[in-house]
């Protein structure tokens, strides 16, 4: 079992930045680095849109091609906590935004555990 942990959201200002946390924890035998890490957001009486994708262990990343240039996605592994970056904020960006893991081995896009949701609110 993983937990997921997200921090950092709350009301801003359009053009500033945000910076949201995903810390990670597991039972015995969790190894963090085994796992990939996605965010996603999900806006009112909208679908869930993935905002991109981490590796842990090496740090490589994807965006959706929509979704590339604003966003950014870091992890620290001592801390096995991942990052999302969002700069130039929108009022459009106003959402519930989620990460999300699953173990880095498997393909697809379904993520095994999910993170509370943090919301991100941007006033114009």
């Known amino acids: 079992q993983v937990l997921l942990v997200e921090s950092g959201g709350g009301w801003v200002q359009a053009g500033e930045s945000l910076r949201l946390s995903c810390e990670a924890s597991?039972?015995?035998?969790?190894?963090?680095?085994?796992?990939?890490m996605a965010w996603f957001r999900q806006a009112p009486g909208k679908e869930r849109e993935l905002l991109g994708q981490i590796i842990l262990n090496g740090g490589g990343t994807t965006y959706p091609d929509s979704m590339k240039g604003r966003f950014r996605i870091t992890r620290d592994m001592p801390k096995k906590t991942g990052y999302l970056q969002i700069n130039a904020l929108k009022p459009e960006d106003t959402a519930v935004y989620y990460c999300?893991?699953?173990?880095?081995?498997?393909?697809?896009?379904?993520?095994?555990?999910w993170g509370q949701g943090t919301q991100v609110t941007v006033s114009s």
């Open positions: 597991g039972s015995s035998g969790f190894i963090f680095s085994t796992y990939a």
């Open positions: 999300a893991a699953r173990l880095a081995w498997k393909s697809g896009p379904q993520y095994d555990y």
